[in-house]
């Protein structure tokens, strides 16, 4: 507050601005000199506003000299912005009327404003005013400081009421004595007013208001220094949180005035950091899915295993929500999966096309969100998750299909049976198939360890092999290119590589290739030479003729042997038509031939006759085949023999072979007649043996009677006579049934006849017809007959003389009390016979020709028995007339073996 001047109205009077540094005398003069000094600006002025008076302050102030204010008058000091002003106030105390305070403008002698606040007061004489006192102070640094205080107050004010938190002030009673915009604002008020005068309390919800009522005293303690959350109530009812920091308002002495409380809305935060939180659970569990399904060994189920289990936990209310997937027939669910009527569901999409769906439930009601119980972010949720899940899947199957296809192709770079290498942009090996491991030697771990594609061949073709890298990667070239491969052993190889540039998003990233062994194709070409060498002599040392003909028929070849065999030279049929050396008529033949091998047919072999240079034709005979070359008949290769002497012989053969057949036609004519003359011969023999016997067997009859002497008696001369007739009668007897009998047989009188015979009957009754001529010669005839033996197929009586025979010629030609042995075994579907002797035995040589008639042998001079040499012809006669075999076997000196064949009966 500006502090008035009040200058007394008997004020004595002005002094003489002419004198003011002198003092007159008493009071006056001290009070002259009081007002000389004093620090505030005072002037004097006559009526018409000329200077009576001024002070040093005014001197200073204005910088007037003394003789400089005589030619002033007032207005020059006033501003002129405040002329008007001045004149109305000197006009006021020009009629006596002071004006205590006012406030003007002056401006010094230089020009400069100064504000002052100032006062004015007349000297009057009797009642008229004779001089006019001004005193004015210097207010522009008041002001000036008032102005600042006032802009700051300003500022302070806007930003009271611009930030964002709500600021309340409150006396020691929690009154509110101030609030901010913001504060009306939050609370939902319209206007300052609605708070002012309130208890600050009441913005509180109720809880909060109550505990803070219960220790109002202590509030300054209370006051929440940090940041504290606190529920407020709106104007229309709804609470919401805030942070609030308060501190207490203190007087200039530090005792505590008021409150002043800032209030910060969270309740946005508050939702924020829920939404937050919830978003957080909804991306781990996404992420956890993610995740799972980015692990190599995950499988399909496993992974949906994990999904049910993970989804609830990202739900609003993870305790009631169940999770289902079903992926065709197989179902995947939480343990408390129940399908209710709160559900959630999304497809899962591999390739665009339905895989499965997941299905989300709460198993009991819930407030209501946006649509059903669900949020929003929950039901973009599920179908993130739905969405993500085909993707996994999908990148599953691209990634099986990736890693199928690369595995084929791998097992397939392991099945070839030559090196597949790849080496990457800085040539180093990356790959290299079974076969290459195994040629080169290198394991996967040197791989590993790094290894140039350039060692594996010698460091000698180094520079060769990268300037054909540089041409295949360049795409000149790609053709094999022949090196000598190194292993790692350092043992080295022919071989052939075909590479390519191996190629990423269009940037050649390396190169790819096959390393084919060349040895054995080295070792094949110099076989072929070495064959081509051999047949090359083949052909020229060859006694055949080797031609080959082009597909026009004209000869292409011709051997050395064409010359020795023919006489021409080679070279004189060269380019001419193979038919000039053909003989005409073999010409039809010839060419149905050639043509036939042009086509490519396989051709018999033929005969064709070819000219000599002599004019002759050798008979050749003629091989032909196509020639074939890169699949097509080139022509046709021909190899001929002469076979004009072979020819020759056969011909001659052929003659010597009718001539036989003549012969032998003539040999069967004669044999047919032989055989009707034995026949003739065996008839007449049968008939005149039959003649004989007859007046034989009267001489033998009669002479037995004369030896008995029933006609009469007889002399001992004449006995020995009737003994030598009658023994010579008895053998001539026998000759002659014997003769008999072959002839029978031989002339088929006697029809061949077939019985079951059992072997051991036969052989019984033959024992013990025998034991009268073994027993005085005491010979024993052991008989083995196999067990089992099926019964013979022939007619008995002929068994009985055939075994008859051969005992007794076993007994016949066996020294006294020898050994015989009948024998029967089975041989098939024969039953074969033994009769066996100890005695003299058979030469070799002699041991066929005993089954001649009339062979007789005589080993020993002094034989005695006497037989007829027609008992084997017979025994074999009749053994052949049933189809068996006959034969002996035996050692000279220590006993024969005389074996036949019966037919067994069929058995079955
Ligand atoms: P023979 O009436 O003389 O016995 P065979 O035709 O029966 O006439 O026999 C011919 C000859 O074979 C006999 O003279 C005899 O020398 C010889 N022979 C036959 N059987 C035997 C035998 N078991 N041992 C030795 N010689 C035999």
């Given amino acids: 507050m500006a502090k008035k001047l009040k200058i007394p109205t008997s004020t004595p009077h002005p002094p003489d601005p002419r ?58 000091i006033i501003h002129p912005d405040s002329h008007e002003k001045w004149r109305e106030i000197f006009e006021h105390a020009v009629l006596g009327m002071n004006v205590d305070t006012f406030e003007i403008a002056l401006v010094t002698k230089d020009g400069q404003q100064i504000l002052v606040e100032g006062s004015t007061s007349s000297n009057s004489i009797d009642g008229k005013p004779t001089a006019i006192l001004n005193i004015f102070r210097n207010i522009s640094q008041r002001r000036q400081a008032e102005e600042s205080i006032r802009k700051s107050e300003e500022e302070l004010r806007l930003m009271f009421d611009s930030v964002v938190e709500g600021i309340i002030v409150s006396d020691l009673n929690a009154v509110l004595t101030r609030v901010n915009n913001s504060a009306v604002d939050m609370l939902g008020l319209q206007s300052k007013d609605q708070l002012i005068g309130r208890s600050g309390l009441e913005l509180l919800s109720l809880y909060e208001r109550e505990t803070a009522t219960d220790r109002i005293e202590d509030l300054p303690k209370q006051l929440p220094k940090k940041g504290t959350r606190v529920t407020l109530i709106k104007a229309d009812g709804t609470e919401f949180s805030a942070e609030a920091i308060g501190d207490v308002l203190r007087d200039a002495l530090g005792n505590p005035v008021g409150f002043v409380t800032v209030l910060r809305d969270i309740s946005i935060y508050r939702q924020l950091e829920e939404t937050l939180s919830q978003h957080v659970k909804e991306l781990s569990c996404l992420y956890s899915i993610d995740k799972t399904g980015q692990r190599p060994d995950i499988t399909r189920n496993e992974l949906c295993q994990k999904a049910i289990n993970l989804v609830p936990t990202s739900w609003q209310y993870p305790e009631i929500t169940c999770c289902r997937i079903t992926l065709g027939n197989q179902e995947f669910r939480t343990n408390n999966f129940q399908p209710t009527e709160w559900k959630l569901s999304a497809n899962i999409n591999v390739k665009a096309q339905k895989e499965g769906v997941i299905e989300v439930c709460y198993l009991e009601t819930k407030p209501e969100l946006d649509e059903g119980p669900f949020s929003k972010g929950e039901r973009l949720l599920i179908n993130t998750i739905a969405e993500r899940l085909g993707q996994i899947f999908e990148n599953k199957q691209t990634e099986e299909a990736l890693s199928l296809s690369e595995k084929r192709y791998r097992e397939l770079a392991d099945f070839l049976p030559q090196t597949v290498f790849e080496c990457d942009q800085n040539s180093r090996l990356v790959f290299m198939n079974r076969h290459g491991h195994q040629t080169f030697g290198y394991t996967p771990d040197d791989l590993d360890k790094g290894l140039s594609g350039l060692q594996m061949f010698i460091p000698e073709q180094y520079n060769r092999v990268i300037n054909n890298v540089f041409k295949v990667l360049t795409g000149l070239n790609s053709s094999g290119f022949e090196y000598t491969a190194l292993r790692k052993d350092g043992n080295t190889f022919p071989a052939i590589v075909y590479s390519a540039p191996v190629t990423h998003d269009g940037m050649t990233v390396g190169l790819r290739g096959i390393i084919i062994d060349n040895t054995e194709r080295k070792r094949a070409e110099e076989a072929l030479r070495e064959s081509e060498m051999r047949y090359r002599n083949l052909v020229e040392n060859a006694s055949d003729v080797i031609v080959t003909i082009a597909t026009d028929g004209s000869l292409t070849s011709l051997n050395p042997a064409f010359e020795t065999i023919t006489g021409w030279t080679c070279s004189r049929w060269i380019g001419q038509p193979f038919t000039s050396i053909i003989n005409p008529e073999d010409l039809p033949l010839m060419s149905g031939v050639f043509q036939d091998a042009i086509r490519g047919e396989m051709v018999e072999t033929v005969e064709a006759r070819l000219r000599t240079r002599s004019d002759e ?21 021909g190899l001929a023999r002469d076979i004009t002497a072979r020819k020759q012989t056969e011909w001659e053969l052929q003659e010597k072979n009718a001539q036989l057949v003549r012969q032998q036609h003539q040999l069967m004519e004669k044999t047919a007649e032989v055989e009707r003359a034995n026949q003739l011969k065996s008839e007449f023999l049968a008939s005149m043996s039959h003649e004989l016997r007859t007046p034989l067997n009267v001489i033998i009859g009669f002479s037995q009677l004369l030896v008995d002497e029933v006609p009469g008696g007889v002399n001992q001369e004449q006995k020995q006579c009737l003994y030598d007739i009658l023994s010579s009668s008895e053998h001539l007897l026998s000759l002659i049934n014997e003769v008999l009998d072959i002839s029978r047989i031989e002339s088929g009188i006697i029809p061949v006849k077939y019985e079951e015979i059992a072997l051991s009957e036969v052989v019984e009754s033959i024992t013990r017809t025998m034991a009268s001529i073994l027993t005085p010669r005491r010979q024993s005839l052991a008989v083995e007959i196999e067990q089992g033996l099926p019964p013979i197929c022939a007619e008995k009586g002929m068994v009985e003389q ?8 076993a007994s016949k030609y066996t020294q006294e009390e020898g050994k015989l042995k009948i024998e029967a075994i089975r041989e098939g579907d024969w039953c074969q016979v033994s009769v066996i002797d100890n005695g003299t035995g058979i030469k070799e040589e002699d041991q066929i020709r005993i089954f001649e008639p009339f062979y007789q042998l005589d080993y020993s001079p002094e034989r005695k028995e006497r037989g007829t040499g027609l008992g084997l012809p017979l025994v074999k006669q009749i053994i052949e007339q049933y189809g068996g075999r006959i034969w002996v076997e035996s050692e000279y000196g220590l006993g024969s073996r005389f074996i036949f064949t019966l037919p067994l009966a069929a058995t079955g």
């Fill in 617 to 637: 034709y050798l008979i050749m005979e003629i091989k032909v085949r196509p020639l074939i070359s890169n699949g097509l008949v080139a022509g046709i290769f």
């Fill in 19 to 76: 004198h003011t540094d002198g003092v007159s005398s008493g009071e006056l003069g001290s009070y002259q000199e009081l007002l000389k000094n004093a620090s505030d600006i005072i002037q004097s002025l006559d009526l018409n506003g000329r200077f009576l008076f001024v002070n040093h302050a005014w001197q200073e102030t204005l910088s007037y000299s003394n003789d400089e204010i005589d030619g002033l008058t007032v207005l020059d």
């Fill in 802 to 809: 055939v075994l008859r025979n051969l005992v007794d010629n």
